[in-house]
């Protein structure tokens, strides 16, 4: 893929970027290394300072990191404000909470003195994706600078101008050069990276293929990696639930993101008992949609990000119901110019079909009847993923099965699955592995040393 900027809503391309050559990635590895020998002297209150004024910056030109957003990949106007705005908690978080989580901790072991200590790592590369393109660099961004180490981030190529506004930030914010460096490069200039001893560790958030190879460059030079990856999260509904309250969140939850993110609700689960009319009014909220120009304040659904998107939900659609799945609705691109689907809910979905678990990026939602809880988690389960789950119950019981016994990082009771500096984030099974967020987030890149003092 071309480093571009490529409006999702027309098609135009409106700025075009050279990668950077050898020899200009060899002076950002050996300014990474120079800035984190630096880093390891610096106080956390300086960097706390530092990251207090990132925060401000983001706040301050909100509208005008939300204009990148919403011009590269096209999620909603509004939806992007809201993005920049979220980055300033975990720049605030991390700048209030770094030095309690780096603080040694005391071991009883009978020794004079035993103590873990957290200590920085080095250079790490964060491999981004284009959907949430500044919120996703910035909750790695934030802890790993705070913490001492340097970042470098490769981020996807159809979101170059995102890439570059966060460098700016750090460096606006009085973070010296070399802390935080974008690398404009394409995917087949990763694996030489992971192989350049000065790169210690990695974080990738993107694909199933692409964690893979990440992930196996990195084993290969036995380097440190978190992989957070696809999913295809179950949204459960029993009967004991508000169901309107259910609706309404369900359908949020599909279209986060113009439909276009890991934790997107994408398969309904729903008891028999209240499954037709929890259908009925899914999908007249689902043909409601205002679908439109991003930048219209009352849209409600987007652009997908690029053509091949469209073209890829399109055909996974249609073969789910050749399988035998029953269209409600939607279910074809709309013609108009840009990268348009139409909002989409399939049900009776065979489970050799695409949309019984693979990850649909994009306003399709798979609705399934289940006749009791039992059957509910089995099918919630019967993926290969573990990213995030919802399940909507007022049953204490059956609050408790869901926790326990739904496969996946995160379980959400009666809420969407979101993200939140404050907890971890990560999946299981083909979601990945590590996480990403909260104390055990920011530990991913750092050094548990052991210290005894006889």
């Known amino acids: 893929m071309a480093i571009a900027t490529i409006n999702p809503a027309t098609g135009e391309v409106i700025k075009t970027f050279q990668a950077l050559t050898e020899a200009e990635i060899e002076k950002k590895l050996q300014a990474a290394v120079s800035a984190f020998k630096a880093e390891l002297k610096t106080p956390f209150a300086v960097r706390a300072r530092r990251m207090l004024k990132a925060a401000e910056i983001l706040e301050r030109d909100k509208e005008k990191f939300a204009h990148l957003m919403t011009l590269e990949m096209g999620k909603p106007y509004k939806a992007a404000v809201a993005e920049a705005v979220k980055c300033t908690t975990a720049c605030r978080y991390y700048a209030e909470n770094t030095e309690r989580f780096m603080a040694d901790e005391p071991v009883e072991t009978g020794a004079k ?66 802390v935080f460096q974008t690398l404009l490069i394409g995917s087949g200039q990763v694996d030489a990276l992971l192989n350049d001893p000065r790169v210690v560790a990695a974080t990738l958030t993107g ?66 008992s209240i499954a037709a009319e929890f259908e009925k009014k899914f999908v007249a909220r689902m043909e409601s949609l205002k679908v439109g120009d991003p930048f219209d304040e009352k849209t409600e659904l987007g652009p997908l990000a690029t053509a091949d998107a469209v073209t890829t939900l399109d055909a996974d659609v249609q073969k789910t119901v050749k399988a035998g799945a029953k269209l409600l609705t939607g279910g074809h691109p709309l013609k108009q110019r840009g990268n348009y689907y139409a909002p989409t809910v399939l049900t009776n979905i065979p489970k050799d079909s695409p949309a019984y678990g693979e990850e649909f990026f994009g306003p399709v939602a798979s609705i399934f009847r289940v006749k009791d809880q039992d059957e509910a988690i089995r099918i919630a389960n019967d993926v290969r993923f573990g990213l995030g789950a919802s399940a909507w119950t007022n049953d204490d019981k059956e609050r408790e099965r869901f926790i326990n016994e739904l496969e996946a990082g995160m379980v959400f009771i009666n809420k969407m699955v979101a993200s939140d500096p404050r907890i971890p984030f990560g999946g299981v099974k083909q979601s990945g592995h590590g996480r990403e967020l909260g104390a055990v987030g920011i530990r991913e890149f750092l050094n548990a040393k052991t210290v005894w003092v006889a």
Request: with cysteine; proline share 7%.
């Open 113 to 178: 003195k035993s103590f873990i200590r957290y200590l920085p790592i080095g250079p790490i590369l964060a491999v981004m994706p284009w959907n949430f393109p500044f919120w996703q660099v910035i909750r790695f961004a934030a802890p790993a600078l705070m913490a001492g180490n340097v970042g470098l981030l490769k981020h996807a190529s159809n979101v170059p101008q995102c890439a570059l506004a966060i460098e700016e930030i750090f460096l606006e914010a009085g973070f010296p050069a070399g």
């Open 207 to 272: 694909s199933e293929q692409a964690g893979i190879q990440v992930g196996i460059g990195a084993a290969k030079r036995i380097k440190k990696v978190v992989l957070e990856l696809g999913g295809s999260d179950p949204f459960i509904v029993m009967p004991s639930a508000d169901l309107d309250a259910a609706v309404k969140t369900a359908v949020e939850a599909r279209i986060l993101n113009n439909g276009q993110s890991c934790i997107a609700a994408k398969r309904f689960i729903v008891a028999d």
